[in-house]
């Protein structure tokens, strides 16, 4: 089965509810079904993502009303479940703790603010249809990059877990600081935390469609009110807001801007991998069309929808996905069915909230940090791919001790010079006849021909500046090293489909070069666009036309007769 990727689509009318219709009655109740256990499990968990972001618990609440409900309509995703986001949370947390005071009004409306930014940065990435960028960043490096966001939201949660006050802004600050308060902590803080986070992992491994977190919550609560944990030394969540939220721009000023357009930029960048990559897995599965620029217009709405609603950055959360998926949701139906849950809890059920224990949301937290350490990732990757696995190690380590946002540009940078390394250093082969005289591929060796007086190469990428000399160098060395001498050189070129300016120029050279040692170059396979591109530079000239061959084949017959002439 296969995606129908749609990276260009073509003009056509602006259509909404693509993650809707058409509407298949079948599954109608099915979709409501898996919105309700959305809700279940998603409570808990974007309640406890205030608990990174520094924002009131409300906030978490917000995420899954207005931004899920416009992401089902401007959205083409039919599964990409979008509210509060580990990842960017961590980045906003990490971004906006040195500009104001944390829980503030003033932080608040700086959270709106990255928000409304991070809309701006989609909507331009929407327009110039640059959501292939998220290619760039490489599953490697996002491994790394999320597994460094689970450690530090772990350890950013074991002063939560002690209910004592963090002592730091950094994790070795943190974990010095729990170390240095365990002996002060409340016993009763560490029994819940140890209570929650047993219930998690005890629902997960023996019934993992059951929401653990929701009822640790539901029994924590209740236990709060029945004993008055207040008056124990627990630290509870306190009066949470109840009523839709209010709509309108966040009280900032234009110099505030400059402070947190980077911030915005960090969380811009993992919208579109994370999103992208969760979208695409999904319509791969079920053999849907997916779009990403349309789904970016969506996310550009949800997270205006954000800003604008007093809450924080919104993304497609895999996690959330999966749990629609696995509850069997088949469209934006369970989304809407979650935003009416969701809507019933912050409009008749605060009151109860305000009972919960914080330990309870610093343990779903730590929970949730450490399933985003994906050592099965990391492990798969060593076994592998040896280089990567160090980039991925410096990306988590980066993130750990520096910051999440310088961790993300790390992240872009690796995954570019990834990219760039593979191609400067590019596979190439030596034509070999092999069994059946059927022709074969191997790795270049100093004195291999193909045949007495041939040498057939392959080279494996696009000809840039950068694998330019390579490929020179290459190619000379082989021709200086071949016994008997070569006569002709076959260049295999399927492969080769642009070549730029300054390697136009090296393979003149490189013919210049050959045709002293009288040896003359030939091409085959070459694509019609880069012959085009060789025509413009003058090379069919200097090579000669009747030296450009579409088959291999046909090349090796002209290399016979002239052999045998």
């Known amino acids: 089965m296969s995606v129908k990727t749609t990276p260009h689509p073509v003009k056509k009318r602006f259509r909404l509810f693509q993650g809707i219709l058409p509407l298949r009655p079948s599954t109608i109740s099915n979709d409501m079904i898996a919105g309700i256990v959305l809700a279940a499990l998603g409570i808990p968990e974007v309640m406890g993502y205030t608990k990174i972001t520094g924002t009131p618990i409300a906030t978490g609440l917000y995420t899954l009303i207005l931004p899920a409900l416009v992401f089902a309509v401007f959205g083409s995703s039919r599964h990409l479940v979008v509210a509060a986001d580990s990842a960017t949370a961590a980045i906003l947390a990490a971004g906006l703790s040195g500009l104001a005071p944390l829980g503030s009004s003033q932080y608040l409306a700086l959270a709106e603010l990255v928000a409304i930014l991070v809309a701006g940065l989609l909507l331009v990435a929407r327009l110039f249809r640059l959501g292939f960028l998220a ?77 653990g977190a929701l009822l640790a919550v539901v029994v924590a609560i209740i236990t709060s009110w029945m004993f008055n944990f207040a008056s124990r030394g627990i630290t509870v969540v306190g009066t949470v807001p109840s009523g839709l939220p209010s709509f309108g721009l966040p009280t900032v000023s234009l110099s505030e801007i400059p402070q947190v357009l980077g911030i915005a930029f960090s969380c811009c960048i993992v ?33 205006l929808a954000a800003g604008l609603t007093g809450t924080f950055v919104v993304n497609g959360s895999p996690t959330k996905t999966e749990i629609v998926d696995t509850a069997g949701g088949r469209s934006q139906i369970a989304q809407l069915s979650t935003v009416v849950v969701v809507l019933i809890v912050i409009l008749f059920l605060t009151q109860p909230i305000s009972y919960l224990p914080n330990a309870v949301l610093a343990a779903i937290v730590f929970s949730i940090g450490l399933k985003l350490i994906d050592i099965k990732g990391m492990l798969a990757i060593f076994k592998t791919h040896l280089e990567e696995f160090y980039l991925a190690v410096i990306t988590a380590a980066t993130v750990v001790f520096v910051g999440v946002k310088e961790g993300i540009v790390l992240a872009i940078m690796l995954s570019l010079i990834l990219h760039v390394r593979h191609s400067y250093r590019p596979h ?55 016994l008997p001498p070569v006569q002709w ?62 088959h291999l084949e046909d090349a090796l017959a002209a290399f016979h007769e002239v052999i045998h002439d």
């Open 135 to 211: 290619d760039f960043l490489s599953r490697t490096v996002l491994i790394g990059f999320l597994t460094g966001v689970g450690i530090q939201v772990a350890i950013a949660q074991l002063a939560g877990l002690l209910d004592i006050k963090s002592g730091g802004s950094n994790p070795i600050q943190q974990i010095i600081s729990a170390i240095a308060g365990l002996p002060h902590a409340n016993p009763l803080a560490i029994a819940i935390s140890v209570a929650v986070l047993m219930t998690i992992k005890l629902f997960e491994r023996f019934l993992p469609k059951f929401p």
């Open 271 to 303: 919208i579109i991998a994370q999103s992208a990559a969760t979208s695409r897995a999904y319509a791969f599965r079920y053999g849907e069309s997916f779009q990403e620029n349309v789904d970016l217009e969506g996310l550009a709405v949800a997270n």
């Open 428 to 482: 190439s082969a030596i034509i070999i006849p092999g069994e059946n005289k059927f022709w074969q591929p191997i790795p270049v060796q100093m004195g291999t021909v193909s045949a007495p007086g041939l040498i057939i190469y392959r080279f494996s990428r696009d000809l840039f500046y950068a694998n330019a000399s390579f490929f020179s160098e290459e190619i000379q060395s082989l021709v200086k090293n071949a």
């Open 489 to 550: 050189f076959i260049l295999e070129a399927r492969a080769i489909t642009q070549i730029d300016y300054s390697a136009s120029q090296t393979v003149c050279d490189v013919v210049k070069e050959l045709s002293i040692q009288n040896v003359t170059f030939v091409v085959s396979g070459l694509s019609p666009e880069v012959k085009a591109q060789f025509d413009r530079d003058g090379l069919t000239d200097l090579i000669s036309a009747n030296r450009f061959f579409y």
